[in-house]
């Protein structure tokens, strides 16, 4: 069996991605890092906050999209920094003018400042307006697998739930909740905030992630485009150990070699 990605595509509302690891462009030190950062990380998605980030609407300033051509790369404009479902819906607007028709997103609404926890309320509501407007809609959310459920319900092409609040590199606090949320979606499920290191990205795939969003674990590291690469290769890891199945885990030894059947 041929294990390679190109064999195993991640696909979002349609269309076939090979790498499952998803990247911000927030918090590097300049426009040069970020590329380096994601050229490292092999991401195919990355994900842009239009009220932070220039990618046309301030003329005359540097330019996301000069580094990350949308040729190139799937331009996932985001929601970050808004509170209310109003917000969030006009920024998806005006990012869908600003890249002349696209439809992809990622939605977050949120709850409080200091965690940045998603108001989940206000979350369904943009969700439902955004879905009915055309837009094809990932959804950053609490790690609730009735929520999750409705998410999906309502029409969002993936759902993407907390491993830890925002920034907190925690890696992953709750893995029944994931579990719950992956064994029952039939969208792909996507780790969004919380991964600190390689490993915490690992064990997000091998509990049957379909990929990982990541930024702060990236652009915070002491060396992000070294972090980068690591990330990649975490996840390269954990979605091959996640398909080949585990051992099951036992209180007692299970030798490698066998005693029964030894000569003499």
């Known amino acids: 069996m041929d294990n390679t990605p190109t064999h195993d595509p991640l696909v979002i509302a349609g269309k076939t991605f090979r790498s499952r690891l998803l990247t911000g462009t927030g918090k590097f030190k300049d426009l040069d890092e970020t590329a380096r950062a994601t050229e490292a990380?092999?991401?195919?998605?990355?994900?842009?906050?239009?009220?932070?980030?220039?990618?046309?609407?301030?003329?005359?300033?540097?330019?996301?999209?000069?580094?990350?051509?949308?040729?190139?790369y799937t331009i996932l404009p985001n929601?970050?920094?808004?509170?209310?479902?109003?917000?969030?819906?006009?920024?998806?607007?005006?990012?869908?003018?600003l890249l002349d028709g696209h439809k992809l997103v990622k939605l977050e609404v949120l709850g409080d400042q200091r965690t940045l926890y998603p108001d989940v309320v206000q979350t369904l509501k943009a969700a439902e307006l955004l879905v009915a407007d055309?837009?094809?809609?990932m959804v950053y959310t609490s790690d609730?697998?009735?929520?999750?459920?409705?998410?999906?319900q309502i029409g969002c092409c993936a759902v993407m739930p907390l491993a830890?609040?925002?920034?907190?590199?925690?890696?992953?606090?709750?893995?029944?909740?994931?579990?719950?949320?992956?064994?029952?979606?039939?969208?792909?499920i996507i780790v969004d905030a919380g991964v600190g290191t390689a490993s915490d990205a690992a064990i997000a795939m091998e509990l049957g992630c379909d990929g990982v969003l990541m930024n702060t674990a990236i652009a915070g590291a002491k060396?992000?485009?070294?972090?980068?690469?690591a990330m990649r290769k975490a996840v390269e890891a954990g979605r091959e150990a996640?398909?080949?199945?585990?051992?099951?885990?036992?209180?007692y030894a299970s030798a490698s070699s066998p005693v029964d059947g030894l000569i003499g």
């Not at 842009?48 to 540097?62: L, M, S």
């Not at 055309?134 to 809609?137: C, E, H, R, S």
């Not at 609730?144 to 999906?152: N, V, Y």
């Open 144 to 152: 609730d697998p009735i929520l999750a459920r409705q998410l999906e």
């Open 242 to 251: 996640f398909r080949a199945g585990r051992i099951p885990r036992k209180r």
């Open 41 to 72: 990380a092999g991401a195919e998605i990355v994900t842009v906050a239009i009220r932070r980030t220039n990618i046309g609407q301030n003329p005359g300033e540097p330019n996301l999209l000069d580094v990350l051509p949308p040729e190139r």
């Open 134 to 137: 055309g837009f094809d809609v």
């Open 79 to 97: 929601t970050a920094g808004c509170y209310t479902a109003e917000d969030a819906v006009r920024t998806c607007r005006l990012a869908r003018e």
């Open 223 to 229: 060396d992000p485009v070294l972090m980068a690469s």
């Open 164 to 188: 830890a609040p925002i920034g907190s590199g925690l890696g992953i606090q709750n893995r029944y909740t994931l579990l719950e949320i992956i064994e029952n979606a039939k969208v792909p």
